[in-house]
T-cell receptor
């Protein structure tokens, strides 16, 4: 089975902190995604990576950056966390011609 | 740009009743289409997918969906709902146009399904 693992289920961070969310997949997928999920807004794409060191901005990239140094790992970085970044963050991976597989999510609270 | 609209934010049905969840997409060609389900506190699980061929696709848990190109729709159906189907359902479209956006996945806003006994 494909496994997508997010490093934390719950995180609490302070305003202004630099926050790293880590995601690892074990199926050699070329695509990896970071989404943010908020009630009534569905899943909004933050960043998308289609290969190592390659990335594209999604719909809401402001305040975020990403890193993909190895194929299996895709990190989301909040450079200076703010309270409006309190949300559920979901990582996913896929081959381009198949469905995406999701991690369990990280619920981030910024106080 | 590709987009997905799920017109119904919340649907309530009685157990045993039939279900249809609506999904409309915007995309320049025939897209890859998906339905996912999310139970509370969980990640997303794939219910079914459409890439090409037969426009009626069968999925897990007794769900099916029909691709209608003329209506840009991909509605999800189930003939008889079970209490365990209560969850949030997401429709999604993936780019298949090639280039760096190949496989980029865009979701709708989600539909919350409540099942009454």
């Amino acid at each position: 089975d494909v496994k997508v693992t997010q490093s934390s289920r719950y995180l609490v961070k302070r305003t202004g902190e630099k926050v790293f969310l880590e995601c690892v997949q074990d199926m050699d997928h070329e695509n990896m995604f970071w989404y943010r999920q908020d009630p009534g807004l569905g899943l909004r794409l933050i960043y998308f990576s289609y290969d190592v060191k390659m990335k594209e901005k999604g719909d809401i990239p402001e305040g975020y950056s990403v890193s993909r140094e190895k194929k299996e790992r895709f990190s989301l970085i909040l450079e200076s966390a703010s309270t409006n970044q309190t949300s559920m963050y979901l990582c996913a991976s896929s081959l381009s011609y198949t469905e995406a597989f999701f991690g369990q999510g990280t619920r981030l609270t910024v106080v | 740009a590709q987009s997905v609209t799920q017109p119904d934010i919340h649907i309530t049905v009685s157990e045993g009743a039939s279900l249809e969840l609506r999904c409309n997409y915007s995309y320049g060609a025939t897209p890859y289409l998906f339905w996912y389900v999310q139970s509370p506190g969980q990640g997303l699980q794939l219910l079914l997918k459409y890439f090409s061929g037969d426009t009626l696709v069968q999925g897990i848990k007794g769900f099916e969906a029909e691709f209608k190109r003329s209506q840009s729709s991909f509605n999800l159906r189930k003939p008889s709902v079970h209490w365990s189907d209560a969850a949030e359902y997401f429709c999604a479209v993936a780019s298949n146009a090639g280039g760096t956006s190949y496989g980029k996945l865009t979701f709708g806003q989600g539909t919350i399904l409540t099942v009454h006994p």
